[in-house]
């Protein structure tokens, strides 16, 4: 509602008021049966004397007076735009005291008046309170009381100490949900119990020319799955395709947590940066669409992000975004609103005597999905390389010369709030590389399709039904082919490889590959 609908509404109740009382007071005393009967002094209880008509002098003359003001008062306010602003210090700080800590943030947005308010110590010294010493807090910690200084605090300190405490809180559950494993992946046994403990969400970022405006959606559907998150986007209110320069995905995590640990409704989110790609429309017209059907041009980018466009139209239709489980809650947390966790860490494989060193002594995990099947998963328990195969910054790595029976077709499914696809021949690898530490040294989730390939190609009979695919992230890329088997009216993938940097391999061994 308005300011002017404010004032309206304001003044047509103090008018129907003003009406209500004068008819009251033109009417008899002796005809209303709610007013009491005046009883003159010196007269009995017993035999009370009839009441003068009109009352004394000096109590008409008080009721006009007080009648006057009144109206006067009713005419200033009727005449003028009331709002908040005109509420003394005292009231409004009563009133901002009621908030949560959620809402004091928003508040202090407002304006200049406001943002004193909401930073007011006396207020935050009550969420601190709350949320850190009645909340536990300091007996999860085990840490001493919290001691201010001497002396006036500054503007602000309580909500400093309340939010990094809390924070600082919240970061110290990581490694508890991370301490069991799977045996068989290496990764987090109890991920996704993690997520949701710490209400972690993703955040899409679709930012304009300018680096200024930032158009923000939370994820419609995350898909857990053994290896990756899928997560997806579809929105119809999606900024034109042709302002947009870069696409970044943000993990958004609560600050403040009930006495139960779960995060609390509409709280303060931090927000931690994870990957970013940059996007041009006039390059994606000059480029070939990865795949597409009926409805949309499906373009794969860099980081796992699938971006869908409509054919009839050229504007978003939906994005996808396939991340890794390694490293995901620390990436989705700890990072900050501007750099991204530095999740790769130097290894100890630091044993000189050791023969092609950062070459061997690897096990391979693979799969291929969609977002909610799985089509192929397999494990190989030995996986090495040689010099020989190493060149042009890569090494070859054979991990699957068998065989491998899959489905009998491969797919992804898409869907917005209106429609609904599927795109044929496409889906998603999944990869985990573990060192004989049995900790992943590189992992890979990223989308690809089935490529024909000629009879020459394919070194293979049956060459007409012989496909290959390929998926890569910065750190290396997996090949492989699939034959279809009309025994068994299936896919059979065979000849996987992994391709990894040899950047990667130096900067984790030490080595010097070229």
């Known amino acids: 509602m308005s300011t002017q609908q404010h004032v309206d509404t304001l003044s047509s109740y103090l008018k129907s008021h003003k009406l209500s009382e004068g008819s009251a007071d033109k009417s008899s005393p002796t005809s209303s049966p709610t007013r009491k009967q005046l009883v003159p002094r010196g007269s009995s ?37 009331l709002s908040l602003q005109d509420m003394p210090d005292e009231i409004l700080l009563r009133v901002f005291s009621f908030l949560n800590a959620g809402a004091l943030l928003l508040a202090a947005s407002v304006c200049k008046r406001w943002y004193s308010f909401a930073h007011d110590n006396s207020i935050w010294r009550l969420q601190y309170r709350l949320h850190v010493e ?6 999860l910690e085990k840490k001493e009381r919290h001691h201010p200084p001497d002396g006036e605090l500054p503007p602000g300190y309580w909500q400093q100490q309340a939010i990094s405490r809390l924070v600082a809180a919240r970061n110290n559950r990581i490694p508890k949900i991370l301490k069991s494993r799977n045996p068989s992946t290496c990764l987090p046994q109890h991920l996704t119990q993690g997520i949701a403990a710490l209400g972690v969400k993703w955040c899409l970022c679709l930012v304009e020319g300018n680096n200024l405006t930032e158009n923000n959606f939370m994820a419609n559907d995350e898909i857990p799955s053994k290896f990756s998150h899928s997560l997806r986007w579809y929105d119809l209110g999606f900024p034109p395709i042709r302002n947009i320069r870069h696409i970044r995905l943000y993990g958004v995590t609560p600050v403040f947590y009930g006495r139960d640990g779960l995060p609390i409704k509409n709280g303060p989110c931090t927000r931690s940066l994870m990957n970013t790609v940059e996007l041009s429309w006039s390059k994606l017209q000059d480029r070939t669409p990865d795949v597409q059907d009926d409805l949309v041009n499906v373009y794969f980018m860099e980081e796992g992000f699938i971006v869908a466009v409509w054919r009839d139209g050229g504007e978003f239709a939906w994005i996808n975004c396939i991340v890794h489980n390694h490293h995901l809650l620390q990436r989705s947390v700890l990072g900050s609103s501007t750099t991204c966790y530095p999740f790769m860490v130097r290894s100890h494989l630091n044993a000189h005597g050791i023969r092609d060193r950062g070459l061997t002594r690897y096990e391979g995990i693979f799969c291929l999905r969609n ?33 491998m029976p899959a489905e009998d077709k491969f797919y992804l499914r898409w869907k917005t709030e209106l429609f609904k696809g599927e795109l044929k021949d496409v889906f998603i690898v999944d990869l985990v590389m573990v060192d004989d530490f049995r900790r992943p040294f590189w992992t890979l989730s990223a989308p690809t399709k089935l490529v024909k390939m000629e009879l020459a190609e394919a070194s293979f009979e049956a060459g007409q039904n012989c496909w290959c695919f390929e998926a890569s992230n910065k750190w290396g890329k997996v090949t492989g082919k699939v034959v279809w088997d009309e025994d068994r009216e299936k896919y059979q993938v065979f000849q996987v490889f992994f391709h990894v940097t040899t950047k990667l391999i130096n900067h984790v061994h030490g080595t010097n590959y070229e």
């Open 45 to 81: 209880s017993g035999t009370p004397k009839a009441p003068m008509e009109n009352g004394s002098p000096a109590r008409r003359k008080n009721d006009s007076v007080h009648a006057t003001k009144t109206s006067i008062l009713r005419m200033q306010l009727s005449k003028k735009q």
């Open 371 to 403: 977002h909610r099947k799985m089509f192929l998963e397999e494990y190989s328990q030995s996986v090495f390389t040689s010099t020989d195969h190493v060149a042009s910054g890569f090494a070859s790595f054979p991990v699957f010369k068998k065989w």
């Open 134 to 139: 009645l909340g536990g807090l300091d007996k």
